[in-house]
């Protein structure tokens, strides 16, 4: 719950002076490394404010947990898995106009893909704290959301390439004038990483709310 809390804390603060950055004064260099500095100074704080507010759970007087050693195999025939997929999903990768990626993608990948959950479920039931297990449930919910950007060469649909190019004006310019509400959200938040990391705008755009929804749903599931 602390994670999930502080997760959507932070991103919030992050997109929320990005969005006011870039309607008040534009997105340039200083600006940028303002929000990204400002956003970690805030975050840090943030969670530890979230540490203090929430509670701490109780300890249970249930049967211990079994020895995470017994669930290293299944955890690696898990991780085996998710790569075979992964692989496949690369090699059906098409540049063709088609209405979904599952056209391209082989039959036997749904066959792994329900093995590997059934799996993952198994193990996650019985292990309660993993790092190893967690990254394989964000690894795994990532297949899924991003299964259009792995699949589609390009884009699915031309409006891709109008988001890319507008936030390709706006790390140029610092705004698009007239000022729009439009995609304020989207445009401003990727204008800022771009410019602070370096990454292509074709890439943060394409492949970041795959990421961020593939860490934020399991948090999602673990706090239910």
Request: net charge positive; charged share 10%; aromatic share 14%.
């Amino acid at each position: 719950m602390r994670w999930l809390a502080s997760s959507i804390l932070v991103w919030s603060i992050f997109v929320l002076l990005s969005s006011a950055c870039y309607i008040l004064i534009g997105i340039t260099p200083l600006t940028a490394w303002g929000i990204f500095i400002i956003t970690a100074l805030g975050g840090w704080y943030s969670i530890k404010k979230v540490s203090e507010w929430l509670p701490v759970p109780e300890k249970s007087s249930a049967a211990p947990v079994p020895s995470q050693k017994i669930f290293v195999w299944p955890l690696c025939a898990i991780a085996v898995l998710d790569a075979v997929i992964l692989a496949l999903l690369f090699g059906a990768r098409t540049d063709a106009n088609i209405q979904t990626p599952w056209i391209e993608t082989p039959r036997i990948t749904f066959i792994l893909f329900g093995i590997a959950t059934v799996l993952l479920l198994a193990v996650a039931a019985r292990i309660k704290k993993s790092f190893f297990l967690g990254a394989l449930i964000v690894f795994h919910f990532f297949l899924v959301f991003g299964t259009g950007v792995i699949t589609f060469k390009h884009s699915f649909g031309y409006d891709p390439f109008i988001h890319q190019a507008a936030e390709k004006y706006i790390v140029d310019h610092g705004q698009i004038t007239p000022l729009q509400p439009f995609y304020i959200g989207q445009y401003a938040p990727i204008a800022v990483l771009h410019i602070t990391t370096h990454i292509p705008l074709a890439q943060l755009d394409r492949f970041l709310l795959p990421i961020f929804a593939s860490i934020l749903f399991p948090l999602m599931l673990m706090a239910l």
